[in-house]
């Protein structure tokens, strides 16, 4: 992950959009499970050479699904409560068994992490 956090519009961050989900897309094959993780975004990182990751001292999402295919997606449902609106989330994944070995984090694992996501939640 480059660490740089890339902003994300639409529907997506709807306050009350109780269907939405974050996708993860284009993962190796080889991949077949991940977190996604999600923190208020506060900047917090963990460097660890050229990569960046979500802080996991500050996560308030830390889900595990399956990939398939290189593709996995996760329900992040948003409540209908106006206190949200300009909250910034922080969403990112840890993939398992990417056939890479360049995550001096977690060696042997074959772990990569996605770029970090920012959602603006809006009405």
Do not use: K, M, Y
């Amino acid at each position: 992950s480059s660490g740089a956090a890339s902003v994300l519009g639409g529907a997506a961050g709807v306050i009350g959009n109780l269907d939405s989900r974050v996708w993860l897309t284009g993962a190796s094959p080889s991949a077949d499970f991940a977190f996604l993780w999600g923190a208020p975004a506060s900047g917090s990182r963990v460097t660890c050479g050229p990569c960046q990751v979500l802080d996991p001292s500050a996560l308030a999402i830390n889900v595990g699904v399956p990939v398939v295919g290189g593709l996995a997606s996760v329900p992040v449902p948003i409540p209908c409560r106006p206190t949200l609106v300009a909250l910034a989330v922080e969403f990112q994944f840890v993939v398992f068994n990417t056939g890479a070995e360049n995550c001096g984090l977690a060696p042997g694992l074959g772990v990569a992490a996605t770029d970090i996501q920012r959602l603006q939640l809006s009405f």
